[in-house]
């Protein structure tokens, strides 16, 4: 029974750094180790952690390396408020927020193009040395309205201190992988451009055959000669661009497929090095570990990269007079470049920005992207194959605009203790995090948006910003272990903690670019300013206390008070009571433990939070303000007008933060002789009082305010299966399994009187919504009309009809999550792999509709039948029987018509993870310098299927379309998924 007496022994780090035994614990936590976190092809901790823990849920904004990453944790609890985890890195608030904050404020620039990068992206994973989560309101009861979406914490190698006695050990980690994509559409050959078997130089791909006999062929066209070629499109587009390409007038072009979506991506490489060294005095009580690593990442994407230096120190000494002092300093330098990624329907981007997918995904087989220039001579404008020039090139699009974000990062904290007896100590710890956010924005004059025709956008824009923001973190605590009696244990922390938050946002906005190319704000004739400020204090007193009977019944209980500044004074103070209970039969109970049952615990929780306001809304909702602008318009002297102006928004001096309550229960058990273990978890939240944006009369002077409405409630469930399937003394054959199951779902109890709709994100067309008594974040949007019986109703000219009225389109939650994870080892071979099972769920997907849309993947090859759409006729009500064309179907219907059409069911098969390693025998290092040598070869995300979704797609559902938020089960074309593999190598010295 030697490991289950290790694993009642095992010791876990819990909120505000506090470790207590496992067993006593009433709630889940999830612990993730080292060897689960070194050595990935991805830099980003957030992707690392992609099927390592239940009930955590990770979405890529694409596959575009540095890009953001969404984490929620046991569904939403908001749908105004973040749902991001709160971040601890050795014991200190870090922030992981995603800023792609520029002139036009997050979620707009994120759909024009800027998409940020997540800033958790500054930890090195392979710096960690354990990572926990905790899940539930009764684990995160002392970080108060802060820990409400669960916390993910984070103990660095330089906080571990290289705890102790042993000597000076060096290891050095190098990895190199390439990175290509993953989820390349199944393009035909078998057309191209043109409409209806008819040549034309469109966005669609709907022309005649690349073979010259039969119906379809291009023998039946008069655009082409004897030879099958065209006149070039460069010599019979815009009178400009034949004046700026007089080498292609008289030119012939060949028509035939081109592989340009396939050949406009490249491998990119990854390399990454970390080094660190750890020792400590032979007594153990001087310990210390020193980090540096270095990440360089070329993503897949033309002008796609990721640099990143870290460097981590940190060090414990327990000194002779009763105190012990400890502290980390972290410095971390990231540098993230991408082409602007706007949102895109498949026409182009939506907005006032640039997309390098949006133009290149519907691009027609018969257009040759890499042989055709991309800029004008002349005037370095686009210049693209429509013969309008109204597509932006997607080489012009690489080579002319971008996003930039370079951060300087320094986080850290010292701590010191007094032992006032063996029993009481009393700490303090200050932490600091403040990072340096420069962000570029630009793109130089003459780019193409036919979608949106931004005039401001084709003049040339650059914009500068800079992102400030700092957490400062004082933390004081009482702390005591008494025995009461010999079976009654007890632990007491009492604290204070104030946390003072500030960020700070200025740059210049930059437009009308004079001399094209040089992107400095000189030479741009408008400039005006991204200013905007926010702070936070947060003070909070907190306790808690544990008592233990006889080693198998854990009582706790726990509370926090917390001040926040940016309520009124009446609602700025809430306390947060939570209580939980771990019980252990196989400990109470003689007999009950046996060798089928090793070990068992029951354990009940409840938690409460709240959600005060934040950055995801308004941070100072409760006042209404005046806006001064210096630059409002000008007279007809020139002079400039100062105006004095009263914004839309009604302050709400009434507003109350958002509370939260959870029950939790759950079970944790280790059957023959561990060989089996068991952690399940149910649970229930309820969010009321949401803080919600609610329309006025503008008769009273304002559109909108700020109130509490409402009750959302999620539940859940969350199962952690062990299996040692085989086991094997010494460096014989062993098979360990772990498979982690999570279904959780939201539903919107209460919407307040006023309403019971609220699209909360996307747009009010098309978004998610909280709809009264159906799940959160149903997609909301445009649908097929139904008659009284239900069918589906269609046109005269065979085409499905319009609903006037929107309604739910699709539930993009899933039905579960499963992940499989098997680690085989024989002798100092080792092999591991993790699998993904995502069921159900929808998805608004662009990227499928655009392809079927514009006739490109091996679906719409059936180009000379007729189809008749299953519904009645709207006239008489008679089943239909009008018939229409493929392109008819799939561009005036699919891409084009009800929303409700572009929806798919998202279940996901995915190879996650597969790594094949070979540690080096000890005797052959016995006369080497080193202690431990070991080469691993590794992939991510090597194969996947969305096995509801047209297979020509290739489509990955692992996307977040509106950007790192609230919002989720949407694909605006914003990028490919990543494929990475390679191999590293690991030595102790």
Do not use: C
């Amino acid at each position: 029974m030697e490991e289950d007496t290790q694993a009642l022994e095992e010791v876990i780090v819990t909120a505000l750094g506090i470790k207590r035994e496992k067993q006593a614990l009433g709630y889940a936590v999830a612990e993730v180790s080292s060897e689960q976190l070194e050595e990935k092809a991805e830099g980003d901790l957030g992707r690392v952690l992609m099927g390592k823990a239940s009930g955590v849920n990770i979405t890529q904004q694409s596959g575009l390396s540095g890009s953001g990453t969404n984490i929620i944790i046991r569904g939403f609890n908001s749908f105004s408020q973040s749902n991001q985890p709160l971040f601890i890195v050795d014991g200190v608030p870090f922030n992981g927020d995603t800023n792609p904050s520029g002139r036009q404020g997050s979620r707009n620039d994120f759909i024009n193009g800027n998409n940020g990068s997540s800033r958790f992206l500054d930890l090195d994973p392979n710096s960690i040395e354990s990572v926990n989560v905790l899940k539930g309101l009764a684990a995160s009861t002392l970080y108060g309205s802060l820990g409400r979406n669960g916390v993910i914490l984070i103990t660095t190698k330089a906080g571990s201190g290289g705890e102790g006695a042993k000597k000076t050990e060096i290891t050095v980690t190098s990895s190199m992988f390439f990175n290509e994509i993953a989820s390349t559409p199944k393009y035909q050959n078998e057309y191209g451009n043109g409409f209806d078997q008819a040549f034309g130089w469109f966005f669609s791909n709907w022309g005649p055959s690349f073979r010259r006999e039969g119906l379809s062929g291009w023998g039946n066209s008069s655009a082409f000669d004897a030879n099958g070629t065209l006149p070039h499109p460069y010599s019979t587009s815009t009178d400009a661009i034949q004046a700026a390409f007089p080498e292609y007038q008289g030119a012939r072009y060949v028509w035939r497929p081109y592989k340009s979506f396939e050949n406009f991506f490249k491998t990119g490489t990854v390399t990454n090095t970390s080094i660190n060294v750890a020792g400590a005095s032979s007594d153990g009580k001087i310990s210390y570990n020193v980090n540096y690593g270095y990440l360089k990442d070329q993503g897949f994407t033309p002008g796609n990269s990721l640099n990143r230096n870290n460097f981590g120190v940190g060090g414990r000494a327990v000194l002779s007079n009763k105190f012990t002092v400890s502290g980390t300093l972290n410095y971390a330098r990231t540098k993230f470049i991408s082409p602007p990624v706007a949102l895109s329907l498949g026409n182009g981007a939506t907005g006032s920005g640039s997309s390098v997918f949006g133009d290149l995904y519907f691009t027609p087989r018969s257009v040759d992207v890499l042989g055709l220039p991309y800029q004008d001579p002349i005037t370095g404008g686009s210049v693209y194959y429509r013969q309008n020039n109204s597509i932006q090139h997607p080489l012009w699009t690489v080579n002319n605009s971008g996003t930039q974000q370079q951060t300087n990062r320094v986080f850290g904290n010292m701590a010191i203790q007094y032992d006032l007896s063996e029993n009481l100590n009393l700490s303090y710890r200050v932490g600091i995090d403040n990072y340096s956010e420069n962000n570029v924005n630009y793109q130089n004059k003459g780019g193409v948006n036919s979608n949106s025709n931004d005039i401001r956008l084709q003049s040339g824009v650059y914009e500068t910003w800079n992102n400030t923001n700092t957490i400062w973190d004082h933390n004081l605590a009482f702390n005591g272990d008494f025995d009461l009696t010999e079976t009654v244990g007890s632990t007491f922390n009492l604290g204070f903690n104030g946390r003072r938050e500030v960020f700070n946002q200025t740059g210049v906005s930059s437009d009308g670019q004079q001399v094209f190319g040089v992107l400095r704000h000189f030479n741009f004739l408008n400039n005006n300013e991204i200013q905007q400020t926010s702070e936070r204090n947060v003070i909070g007193l907190y306790g808690q206390v544990e008592f233990d009977y006889d080693n198998f019944v854990f009582v706790t209980l726990a509370g926090r008070n917390d001040w926040v500044s940016n309520l009124d004074k009446a609602n700025r103070s809430l306390f947060y009571p939570s209580a939980s209970l771990s019980f252990v039969p196989t400990t109470a109970f003689d007999g009950l433990k046996g060798d089928v049952l090793n070990y068992l615990k029951i354990r009940a929780g409840y938690g409460t939070s709240a959600g005060f306001p934040d950055q995801n809304s308004d941070s100072y909702p409760v006042a209404s303000r005046l806006v001064l602008d210096t630059q409002d318009f000008q007279d007809n002297t020139g002079r400039n007008i100062v105006t004095n102006t009263t914004p839309l928004n009604l302050g709400n001096p009434e507003l109350k933060p958002e509370q939260v309550s959870e029950i939790e229960l759950g079970v944790e058990s280790r059957w023959w002789d561990g060989r089996v273990t068991l952690d399940a978890s149910i649970y229930q939240r309820t969010t009321t009082d949401l803080i919600v944006t609610q329309p006025l009369d503008p008769s009273s002077g304002y559109y909108r305010t700020t109130t509490n409405v409402g009750e959302i409630k999620g539940e859940g469930v969350e199962v952690d299966l062990g299996l040692n399937l085989i086991r094997s003394d010494s460096d014989g054959f062993n098979w360990n399994s772990n498979i982690n199951f999570s279904a959780t779902e939201t539903t919107v109890e209460d919407l307040g009187a006023d309403t019971d709709l609220i699209v909360y994100s996307g747009y009010s067309n098309l978004g998610n919504a909280a709809i009264e008594g159906e799940p959160l974040g149903v997609i909301y949007s445009s649908r097929v009309l139904r008659d009284d019986a239900g069918n589906l109703v269609v046109n005269s000219a065979g085409d499905y009809v319009f609903d006037s009225q929107d309604g739910i389109i699709g539930d993009p939650n899933p039905d579960f999550v499963m992940n499989f994870n098997n680690q085989f080892s024989y002798k100092n071979f080792n092999f591991g792999f993790q699998f993904n099972w995502t069921q159900g769920g929808d998805i608004y997907s662009g990227t499928i509709a655009t392809l079927l849309g514009r006739g490109l993947i091996e679906e719409t090859v059936d180009r000379e039948n007729t189809f008749i759409l299953p519904g009645v006729q709207q006239s008489d009500g008679r089943v239909n029987d009008v018939q229409i064309n493929n392109s008819d179907y799939y561009f005036t219907n699919v891409l084009f018509g009800p929303s409700e059409l572009q929806v798919y069911d998202a279940t996901l098969l995915r190879l996650q993870e597969v790594s094949l390693g070979y540690s080096v025998p000890k005797k052959f290092l016995d006369k080497t310098p080193f202690g431990s040598l070991s080469f691993t070869v590794s992939g991510f995300n090597l194969w996947y299927d969305a096995i509801n979704t047209p297979d020509g797609a290739n489509f990955d559902p692992n996307t977040s379309g509106t950007g790192v938020g609230n919002g989720f089960g949407f694909d605006f074309l914003n990028g490919p998924s990543s494929r990475r593999y390679g191999f590293s190598v690991k030595a102790t010295f």
